[in-house]
């Protein structure tokens, strides 16, 4: 009998998919993304109107995640029906989420509860939002309030979604509301989030000890396009070190580098403040010195036209399938914190609506992230962004980063082959030789050959 070869997962470990409220809920009217799309500022002028439908039915997708033996889901709560009004509480939306969190403890999927994915209440972004250092309190207060109607439901807690991507797209490329370009502004914003996530680590502490919390950044390759152009380097670490660590280094110590410490007030209480380290890694770009563009530190980013790409949105280039990576991101985000602490894998997704790269290309990440902890780094969980398609932000229902296919009309749900794949891993806690056979056999090479971990593409 020849004994198939697999890569198995450490015990314990934790599989599932992210997903966010705005996205999935439906009829979200509070908020400062329902007014950007009322404004008609979605690309393709679509709103989010029911999404996924959640806020009647997300029962219907948790089976999903139940049949593909999931045992963890992670969610987020909407800060504007948690509290409607300044000091309003609404013990309705509070029962809503206790339900969603009962019914997924009745699966044996435990809840990964994000008290921030985007979304800010009306009334919170009118009083200047996160830009306002004084408005950190308004937060605070909600998520001591949050954690202490779902404490007996949930542990585990992400303050805040993807601070960099929050800020810089908001305030500096304006693709996110307020939609502005304002580099102090964003540099502002993007520090009071780190403070806001120090605030809330220590109020959820307060009020659950043992609970695990934790943010989670959004960690982007950006490689020099030419790597023997020192300006292309010079730009691209620049980039680099701005976007993915500057925030991982504020929240570690508390204080940022040069140059950002000539503009940003340090935050106090900042080392020790978390839990875990939260990594969504979805892809890279290559960076090219461009001296007409001040805005992005003179870098132009771009994506390699060979590789093997993912759906791309009207103004986002969801860009390269890169699983190497992955890896690379792990280790950095370990070794920069001195491997402190845990690392989960908050998010990792592709946009494939017909589902011919996103099996292989899970496979293949999934393989690096195994590599990884071979390598003693202890990354515990895989969430993969997203269970069902949901609505894309600024780019509307044009992507779909779904393991289920959705039709947001009729509502009609179609599980992809990744989702089926999917289960099948999360079953096995292993990449098995069959399921690669099955769902893609040209990864065989890259998973289970010499050339795993080696730098290379994933070839068509
Ligand atoms: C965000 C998600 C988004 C995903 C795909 C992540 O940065 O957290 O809300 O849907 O990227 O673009």
Known sequence: MVRQRSLRFPEGFLWGTASSSHQCEGGNTNNQWYRWEQQGRILTGEQSGEACNWWENAERDFAFAEQMENNALRLSLE???????????????????????????????????????FTDPLWFADRGGFADEVNIRYFVRYVSYAVQSLRDLCDFWVTINEPNIYAFLGYLLGSYPPGEHDVPRALQVFRNLIQAHVEAFYAIRRVQPQAEIGYCMHYHILDAANVRSPLDRSVAGIQDSFFSWAALHAAETGRFTFPLNLLLASIPHAPGARDYHGVNY????????????????????????ETVRQDSGKEIDFGEIYPYGLYRMLKSVYHRTRGNKPLYITENGFSDAQDDRRPRAILEHLAMAHRAIGEGIPVRGYMYWTLVDNFEWSEGWGVRFGLIELDPQTQERIPRSSASMFGEICRANAITEGIVERYAPKALDFIFGTTNGAERQVAV
């Open 282 to 305: 979805y892809t890279r770009e290559m960076v090219r010195f461009d001296p007409t563009n001040p805005i992005e530190l003179f870098g132009r980013r771009f994506v390699r036209p």
């Open 79 to 117: 800060w504007s029906r948690i509290e409607p009004a300044e000091g309003q509480w609404d013990g309705a939306a509070i029962e809503r989420y206790r339900a969603m969190l009962t019914n997924l403890r009745f699966r044996h999927i435990k809840p990964i509860v994000t008290l921030h994915h």
